[in-house]
């Protein structure tokens, strides 16, 4: 484990503004232990389905980490059997069909920034999924950069099982990018349940584990991300979601500013010194 020290490398941290950090959210639980954060999901008895507030402090929490120097790596999860089933059906989708068009686009606007936040996000997201991972979850799900299963895990994007379009939260847009555009057809089409193992093979998810060592194991990853060459890994999260877009040319001509940016790095530098010095390298994150 490495000894740097909170405030290494995010540059943009000395120029954020007035408001302090939020360490105490009111609609999941947070804590941060030796720059993991974990996000924990916290109504078990309705398998985490989200409400309004807890999608607008998912979109906040998610613009805020990008900027504390205290958290290099992040664990979301869920309580109890679920990671979450999606918008609670009564507190959302009940409500909703009370809204005007205006209002309706405000919601599909916060809940597309919940989305759009952890991809911008540099810092590594790890999604553990302890069960049912349905609707706005199964994008949360998506939207995070790895995804570790139990057995009993089953992705299910199940807009159009309520009316909807398939395409949601931009889920349209991410999961052609994982699993090709004729897998995305189906399972965005007709919302039928994806298994853990399934997900495995398609691309959709990274490993399945027993449902005891879920939490070790993703505490383990997120332990490597946060004590590795962790601006290493963020301008690798920020290249993977920036070229999405891009064409080759334009793609090649980032990677290689980026990489003569990294260079002058003292993480860069490290690695020489402990190459020559026949010892593990002891990672700044700078």
Request: charged share 25%; hydrophobic share 40%; proline share 4%.
């Amino acid at each position: 484990m490495s000894d740097r020290s909170a405030g290494s490398y995010r540059g943009n941290v000395p120029f954020r503004a007035t408001p302090k950090f939020t360490d105490d959210w009111e609609h999941f639980k947070f804590s941060i232990d030796d720059r993991v954060a974990t996000i924990t999901l916290n109504r078990p008895e309705k398998l985490n389905a989200l409400t309004f507030d807890s999608y607008a402090d998912l979109r906040e929490v998610f613009r805020e980490i990008p900027l504390r120097s205290d958290i290099d790596a992040v664990i979301i999860t869920g309580e109890g059997k679920g990671f979450c089933s999606g918008g609670d059906v009564n507190e959302i989708i009940g409500e909703l069909l009370k809204f005007s068009a205006k209002e309706l686009l405000e919601f599909t606007r916060m809940t597309g920034a919940v989305i759009q936040n952890m991809r911008e996000c540099q810092t590594p997201i790890i999604a553990a999924l302890n069960g049912t991972v349905a609707g706005a979850g199964s994008v949360i799900a998506l939207a995070s950069d790895f995804r570790l299963c139990v057995p009993r895990t089953k992705f299910r994007f199940l807009f159009t099982q309520v009316g909807l379009s398939g395409g949601d939260m931009g889920s349209a847009y991410l999961l052609p990018r994982l699993v090709g555009q004729g897998r995305a057809t189906e399972i965005l089409m007709f919302g039928d349940p994806v298994t853990a193992d399934e997900a495995v093979r398609i691309g959709l998810a990274n490993r399945v584990v027993e449902p005891e060592d879920l939490m070790t194991q993703a505490n383990a990853l997120a332990r490597r991300i946060a004590d590795g060459p962790s601006l290493g890994y963020a301008m690798t999260k920020l290249l993977i979601t920036k070229e999405a877009d891009m064409d080759l040319a334009g793609a090649i001509e980032y990677e290689a500013m980026t990489q003569a940016l990294l260079m002058k790095t003292e993480d860069h530098s490290e690695f020489h010194r402990s190459f020559n010095a026949g010892e593990p390298a002891n990672w700044k994150g700078q």
